[in-house]
């Protein structure tokens, strides 16, 4: 018998399961420490990402104070409601970005801080959002959820590719995560296949592994392992009938089935309830659990959306983006309604003492500050509490900052995921205000 084989052969493991082990004489250690029993109950924290292009109106993209009394530029306007729990952060940016200086070439790193190539080549960086899903996505149904309201484009302008600026989510440097931008679609990848990971037998999941382990033991831990193992099962069954029940053990999704009806097929022509749509569904997919990672992109950088609901229909929204006219202004206003609309149906869904906008981390953001091209700082801001780990209320300003790298706040919400990295991009050291 290989004793120090078996000595670090603590744990029993499955697909996405794993089973510390009682102390046996074959084994002289013991295994992993089990989480305090008070985390069962403790809703986890999730992240969204949201993303308009092309930046915002330049003369109402600001805020001032602090707190509930914060006051917020027009564009803003429609988060009033919560500044108590919204962050604004100003002068942060991407230093790879400015190489190129046209949308493409700024948004295809966002998320990651990576240098671009051009050329046509695609070849970007690993996005914050699945960096976190990577290591966290085993825990739901869903790694991540990737949502889009405009189709990509696939297209080169100016020598970078528009597959650049139709995507901010990069499952790796070549490979853009895959964009749902159909309601049905996304719904469908919550609810079609309903046998989720955490619906499966937990002794099922290491049974291999917990035959293979037994035949390398004495037959007095042989006894001992199918005594705990039987245990295990009748802990298992006990739960199970006490859910049957309707008791409550450890946290559990607010809904187990959605609460709204599936989605028409095909893509909406009316772009008012193709995001709103989408926003429920983010909503949804938080709200059972289904994912505790997405990303909305609310249009494409360099995008081609218009908005005849608003009186706007006589220029493209990239168009629209290069003068701060009162429309350029509406449309600014009317993607902000997503981000509160979204806000309001998270604020309204309680979770034990609070809600679960106090347990997401929302981010908006856009590649540029403003349709002028000016990417020397980012519109960026916060909302939610991230399980109390984000303190709302505030408004930063790092302009005037030697390390104002983007990818300092990112470090800053993986931490909030539960994801430690010492570097990522082109940052080293956290954002510790947020």
Partial sequence: MNT????????????????????????????????????LNVPPTRMAILFSGCGYHRNEWWAKGE?????LGKVLHPLNDFRDRLTFIRGLYNAEALKGNIHSSQTGN????????????ILSGTSVDQVVAQRIGHQTKLPSLVLGCEKANPSVHKNYSMLYSSHISWSSPTTPTPLEVYPALAFDQLFKDSAQRGDQSVLDAVLADASDFRRDISKLDQQKLDEYLNS????????????????????????????????KDGYPQDIVEHMRLMCDILVLAFQTDSTRVCTLKLNNDH??????HLGVDYMIHHLLSHNDTDDWLKVNQFFLEQVAYIARRLDAIQEGERTALDNSMLM??????????????????????????MKGG?????LGDSDRQMCRLY?????KMGVQLDKFGDATERLAEV
């Fill in 110 to 121: 966002l998320l990651s801080g990576a240098p671009l190539a051009a050329g046509g080549t």
């Fill in 4 to 39: 120090n084989l078996l000595s670090r052969r603590t744990i029993l493991r499955g697909l996405g399961v794993s089973m510390a082990l009682p102390w046996l004489e074959s084994v002289r250690a013991f295994g992993d420490d089990a989480k305090d029993a008070a985390t």
């Fill in 67 to 71: 707190g509930s009394s914060m006051e």
């Fill in 232 to 263: 295990v099962r009748e802990v298992e069954q006990r739960i199970a009938q006490a859910g049957k029940r309707g008791e409550l053990q450890g946290w559990r999704p607010t809904l187990s089935e959605p609460n709204i009806p599936r989605p």
């Fill in 411 to 415: 470090l800053s919400m993986m931490d």
């Fill in 394 to 398: 505030q408004n930063l300003d790092y």
């Fill in 364 to 389: 908006l953001c856009s590649s540029m500050l403003n349709g002028h091209h000016d990417a020397t700082q980012l519109p960026v801001v916060m909302l939610g509490g991230a399980g109390g780990k």
């Fill in 303 to 308: 995008g081609t959306l218009r908005f005849p």
